[in-house]
């Protein structure tokens, strides 16, 4: 199997990349950068790419967008992430659409070389390897955004323009309806959000941050 290594320790790099030439895989490039991953694999057409989340230029998400890029333009090369930390939105994205061929891997996990291996053996196989914290914050998050997803196309748009500030009155002009129709528009969100009437809680404030967390 033919493996390109992004990582931007020298010496992480340099261990994965004897890790997995000792155990017989042949690494065809290892780098340092997110823009050099992109262009290594669209040269060399490996089996598989293995890619630190946190990489130059910004070393935030650049490694992870830059394997969302790879699988768009080739969708043949395997993809196995490696992170310090779960970066829930991208891995969403990775994991959306058709996961043959993905894995998603903390970095503590390399430490156990015989599992970290098989990992790398399956997903160029087009298996899959997800860590269970991985698995764990995912699910999570689906839990937390199930119940904006019980809201009406209209009532997310409500609640959209209650994100952005706006009275009931200034809804309704915005979106061309009656007061009276706005307000049951906001008593139903309030309702599948779970958000019941108390005398310490702002059910608005409440309803706003939901959404805000949903589409963070």
């Given at each position: 199997?033919?493996?390109?290594?992004?990582?931007?320790?020298?010496?992480?790099?340099?261990?994965?990349?004897?890790?997995?030439?000792?155990?017989?895989?042949?690494?065809?490039?290892?780098?340092?950068?997110?823009?050099?991953?992109?262009?290594?694999?669209?040269?060399?057409?490996?089996?598989?790419?293995?890619?630190?989340?946190?990489?130059?230029?910004?070393?935030?998400?650049?490694?992870?967008?830059?394997?969302?890029t790879?699988?768009?333009?080739?969708?043949?090369?395997?993809?196995?992430?490696?992170?310090?930390?779960?970066?829930?939105?991208?891995?969403?994205?990775?994991?959306?659409?058709?996961?043959?061929?993905?894995?998603?891997?903390?970095?503590?996990?390399?430490?156990?070389?015989?599992?970290?291996?098989?990992?790398?053996?399956?997903?160029?196989?087009?298996?899959?390897?997800?860590?269970?914290?991985?698995?764990?914050?995912?699910?999570a998050?689906?839990?937390?955004?199930?119940?904006?997803?019980?809201?009406?196309?209209?009532?997310?748009?409500?609640?959209?323009?209650?994100?952005?500030?706006?009275?009931?009155?200034?809804?309704?002009?915005?979106?061309?309806?009656?007061a009276?129709?706005?307000?049951?528009?906001?008593?139903?969100?309030?309702?599948?959000?779970?958000?019941?009437?108390?005398?310490?809680?702002?059910?608005r404030?409440?309803?706003?941050?939901?959404?805000?967390?949903?589409?963070?």
């Amino acid at each position: 199997m033919r493996i390109v290594i992004a990582e931007d320790s020298v010496l992480l790099r340099a261990g994965i990349t004897r890790l997995l030439t000792d155990a017989g895989f042949d690494v065809v490039a290892a780098v340092g950068d997110a823009a050099a991953l992109v262009e290594v694999v669209g040269r060399l057409h490996p089996e598989l790419a293995v890619v630190d989340v946190r990489m130059p230029p910004t070393l935030t998400d650049d490694g992870l967008r830059a394997a969302l890029t790879i699988r768009e333009r080739q969708p043949s090369v395997a993809i196995l992430v490696l992170s310090q930390y779960v970066e829930e939105r991208y891995a969403t994205d990775l994991l959306a659409g058709d996961t043959a061929g993905i894995g998603y891997l903390l970095k503590d996990r390399v430490a156990d070389v015989g599992d970290f291996v098989e990992a790398v053996r399956r997903v160029g196989a087009g298996g899959t390897a997800l860590d269970a914290e991985v698995v764990a914050q995912l699910l999570a998050r689906s839990r937390r955004r199930d119940p904006l997803e019980r809201l009406t196309a209209r009532e997310r748009e409500v609640l959209a323009l209650m994100a952005e500030g706006r009275t009931n009155a200034a809804i309704a002009k915005a979106l061309v309806v009656g007061a009276g129709a706005v307000e049951k528009h906001v008593n139903s969100i309030f309702t599948k959000l779970d958000l019941t009437a108390t005398e310490d809680d702002n059910r608005r404030v409440l309803a706003v941050l939901r959404w805000l967390e949903g589409e963070a």
